[in-house]
């Protein structure tokens, strides 16, 4: 069964500084990965997806990933954090070949400091 | 504009009571989500519906049901039966299983 695991589930970094949000997955077949942005009491909103094209993937408001097969991960990086980027993000994941819901990771909150 | 409608934002349930959670959306989506977001556990999925007259039980489906008698429509009622209700429940849709998600904002369900 495919698994998500989200190491951290809160990160602090100061405005400018480089955020790196970890997800590592577990899939005996190829998946699709996500990740997911939401701000207090709000829905999500996709930031990015992987779905076997390109291993690095860019999405909104800066944000990139790559997809490392031989690590089974899905880091979210942001090469200068903003106060806007104060959220929790959530990866997840979905095989490529069955009917399946997306199974999320447990979040991971980020904070940005001034 | 094109999205999904979650309603209320806020709903308040006595002990004993059903309260059933309204998702719609206009995306003509095939598929719908239901799924429960506690502090710190992530979302954990109730149910989803594929097509018009057919749904699957997620991996917390006790204690709630569904329907899908329309595309646009998908409400989650919470029966007397579920023993901690109180959560955020967000509601989603997506073309099809495999692509990713558009989220609704929310409804934040109190049991008082």
């Known amino acids: 069964a495919q698994s998500v695991t989200q190491l951290g589930s809160h990160v602090s970094v100061s405005e400018g500084a480089l955020v790196l949000l970890r997800c590592n997955y577990s899939s005996s077949v190829p998946p699709y990965l996500f990740w997911y942005v939401q701000y207090p009491n709000q829905g999500l909103q996709l930031l990015l997806k992987y779905t076997s094209a390109a291993t690095l993937v860019k999405g909104i408001n800066g944000f990139e990933a790559e997809f490392k097969k031989s690590e089974t991960s899905f880091h979210l990086t942001k090469p200068s954090a903003h106060m806007s980027d104060a959220a929790e993000y959530f990866c997840?994941?979905?095989?490529?070949?069955?009917?399946?819901?997306?199974?999320f990771g447990k979040g991971t909150t980020l904070s940005v400091s001034s | 504009d094109g999205g999904i409608t979650q309603s209320p934002k806020y709903l308040f349930r006595k002990e004993g009571q059903n309260v059933t959670l309204s998702c719609e959306q206009n995306?003509?989506?095939?598929?719908m989500y239901w799924y429960r977001q506690d502090p710190g556990q992530g979302l954990r999925l109730i149910y989803y519906s594929q097509i018009v007259n057919d749904f699957q039980k997620g991996d917390i489906a006790e204690g709630y049901s569904v329907s899908r008698e329309k595309k646009e429509s998908f409400p989650l009622t919470v029966t007397s039966a579920q023993k901690n209700p109180t959560a955020f429940y967000l509601c989603?849709?997506?073309?099809?299983?495999?692509?990713?998600?558009?989220f609704g904002s929310g409804t934040r369900l109190t049991v008082v």
């Open positions: 997840a994941v979905s095989l490529i070949q069955a009917g399946t819901a997306l199974i």
């Open positions: 989603a849709s997506s073309p099809h299983m495999n692509y990713g998600y558009t």
């Open positions: 995306l003509n989506h095939d598929a």
